[in-house]
C-alpha cells in the first residue's frame, strides 16, 4: 500500500504571507495531483504533474514535483482570505495501479485579514 | 452544466439497512471511480470502473458493491449499513484511466448510520 504524508495538516497565517505544503511518499507515482477542496463540495482540481522535476505555476501558487517522482510540494505566495480551504495532493502509481489515486491526509490552511 | 452529479446529498440510514448512493457524469468519461472522506485520513478509494461492463475494487471495497451499465452512470450499493459505514462518499471521473487530465469530483453524498 502506497502512502503519501502531507504536512502540515494545519496552517493559519496572515493575509499577504508566503506558505508551503508538502507531500511526501517512499513510492515513486507516474503523476501527481493537487486538489482544494471547500466545505461542502468535492475536491477541485487545480494541477497535474507528471515529470519529475516539474514545476508548475497557477497565478500565486508554484506546483513542484520531485526529480525522483516521490514527493511534490504546494507554494502560496502573498496569501489572501480567498486561498482558505483544503488542499490534498493525491498520487496515481500507474502501471496496473492506474487510476488508484492515494491521497494524503490533506491541509487545512486558513488565511485571516 | 456538465459535470458530476451525485444523489442524495444527505442521507440516515439505520443499521442493516440497504441503499444505493447515485452518480452520473454527462462528459463521457471513461473512468468513473468511488471514494470515501473521513476526518484526518483523506480520501480512500472504495471502487472503481475503467469503463462500462467493467468494475473493480480499491483499498476499501468490504460492505459496497458498484456496477457499471453505461458510460454515464456508476451507483454505489451499501448492502447492509453499518455505523463504520458514516462518512462523506464522492464519486469522481475523468477522461481516461491514466488521469493525467485530473478527476472531475461530484459535491459528496454525506451518510449517516445510525
Known amino acids: 500500500t502506497q502512502l503519501l504524508e502531507q504536512s502540515p495538516q494545519f496552517l493559519s497565517i496572515q493575509e499577504g504571507e508566503n506558505l508551503t505544503v508538502y507531500c511526501n511518499s517512499s513510492?515513486?507515482?507516474?503523476?501527481l495531483q493537487w486538489y482544494r477542496q471547500e466545505p461542502g463540495e468535492g475536491p477541485v482540481l487545480l494541477v497535474t504533474?507528471?515529470?519529475?522535476?516539474e514545476v508548475k505555476k497557477l497565478k500565486r501558487l508554484t506546483f513542484q514535483f520531485g526529480d525522483a517522482r516521490k514527493d511534490s510540494s504546494l507554494h502560496i505566495t502573498a496569501a489572501q482570505p480567498g486561498d482558505t480551504g483544503l488542499y490534498l495532493c493525491?498520487?496515481?502509481?500507474?502501471?496496473?495501479?492506474?487510476?488508484?489515486?492515494?491521497f494524503g491526509q490533506g491541509t487545512i490552511l486558513t488565511v485571516h485579514p | 452544466n456538465a459535470g458530476v452529479t451525485q444523489t442524495p446529498k444527505f442521507q440516515v440510514l439505520k443499521t442493516g439497512q440497504s441503499m444505493t448512493l447515485q452518480c452520473a457524469q454527462d462528459?463521457?468519461?471513461?473512468?468513473m471511480s468511488w471514494y470515501r472522506q473521513d476526518p484526518g485520513m483523506g480520501l480512500r478509494l472504495i471502487h472503481y470502473?475503467?469503463?462500462?461492463?467493467?468494475?473493480d475494487q480499491g483499498e476499501v471495497p468490504n460492505g459496497y458493491n458498484v456496477s457499471r451499465s453505461t458510460t454515464e452512470d456508476f451507483p454505489l450499493r451499501l448492502l447492509s449499513a453499518a455505523p463504520s459505514q458514516t462518512s462523506v462518499y464522492f464519486c469522481?471521473?475523468?477522461?481516461?484511466?491514466?488521469?493525467?487530465?485530473?478527476?472531475?469530483f461530484g459535491s459528496g453524498t454525506r451518510l449517516t448510520v445510525v
Open positions: 469522481a471521473s475523468s477522461y481516461s484511466r491514466t488521469g493525467k487530465r485530473g478527476y472531475t
Open positions: 513510492s515513486v507515482f507516474s503523476s
Open positions: 504533474v507528471v515529470t519529475g522535476g
Open positions: 493525491a498520487g496515481d502509481a500507474g502501471g496496473t495501479s492506474y487510476g488508484k489515486l492515494t
Open positions: 462528459m463521457n468519461h471513461e473512468y
Open positions: 470502473s475503467v469503463g462500462a461492463g467493467i468494475t
